[in-house]
């Protein structure tokens, strides 16, 4: 295995399914000659050439609507959004066309796209460009919503996203682009929809995904040192939703606490929580914990999107409360 970022994973996934299947193309905001925003996909414009990595306007909606067709016509377009902010520009598309086409039209037709999104906050962006809006999309039955939070998973989950015949969201966190793991050699493809134990423990639960998963397996290490063994579930996907490994680790630790970078109100913590009480509530021996964002809109001001945002001492924090 070679240890390389995020963004040399998920270059390298696109690059080799591209290799794989002449049907596969990407489009988006600068992601031919420029090479794309967060540099993902840099030579592949003098690689594949403008028919397969295609420079589009500045308008989500046709970006998104011009993907839809392209599926369903028998392609397998990769549709590139600046960030998931922009997602609202085209959501007519993205939660009531792509996901509702197969079923309205009884599988006559299949929609085999995959919209990559950068997210989240932490790079002082403001307001409007920092959100995490996962669980809004998340809701909506058809859509697959993806959210990695290793470079391994985000190569192995981003080629099952390709080669899946429905749309899949691939969520990506702006700032874990540079975060490095080590990540199998060869065609490593990972299921969507199913979840992970990360790290094994046995006193309290902790569930994250993407960013939040960096923050619990940092937490973790920190507890460790205190005698506190934590284990550490992650999700990777959101839909469908996986929720074996985390009601067996409750199951084993009576104790959990859920970590995630979007609000916590009507959020993907709130989910994992009803469904913990719903399935294993008779092995509760604490209430349930969520660590999330501030209830506001992220600030611009460094320290003050720092003080909003979730950190490792809001987790061990948790931990020790439903300890």
Known sequence: ????????????????????????????????????????????????????VMDTPIAESAI??????????????????????FAFSAMDHIVNEAP?????????FKVPMVI???????????????????????????????????????????????????PVLFIEHATLYQWRGEVPDGDYVVPIGKSKVQRPGTDVT????????????????????????????????????DMDPIIESFKKTNRAVVVEEGWKSYGVGSEVVSRIYEEAFDYADAPVKRVAQKEVPLPYNQKLEQLAMPQVADVIQAVKEVL
Do not use: C
Request: no cysteine.
């Open 116 to 166: 990559r999104a950068p997210g989240g906050g932490g790079r002082q962006l403001g307001a409007t460009h920092s959100q995490t809006p996962d669980a809004i999309f998340a809701h909506f039955p058809g859509l697959k919503v993806v959210a990695p939070g290793t470079p391994a998973d985000h190569k192995g989950l981003l080629k099952a996203a390709i080669r899946s015949d429905d």
């Open 1 to 52: 295995m070679a240890a390389i970022t995020v963004r040399q994973a998920i270059s390298d996934a696109m690059r080799e399914e591209m290799e794989r299947d002449e049907d596969v193309f990407i489009l988006g905001e600068e992601v031919g000659v420029w090479g794309g925003t967060f540099a993902v996909t840099r030579g592949f414009y003098d690689q594949f050439g403008p028919e397969r």
């Open 206 to 241: 902790l569930v994250s995904y993407s960013r939040g998963l960096q923050l619990s397996m940092q937490a973790a290490d920190e507890l460790a040192k205190q005698g506190i063994s934590a284990e550490v579930v992650d999700l990777r996907t959101l839909r469908p939703l």
């Open 64 to 85: 998104i609507g011009a993907a839809i067709g392209a599926a369903m016509t028998g392609l397998r377009p990769i549709a590139e959004l600046m960030t998931i902010n």
């Open 100 to 108: 509702k086409l197969h079923y309205m039209f009884g599988g006559q």
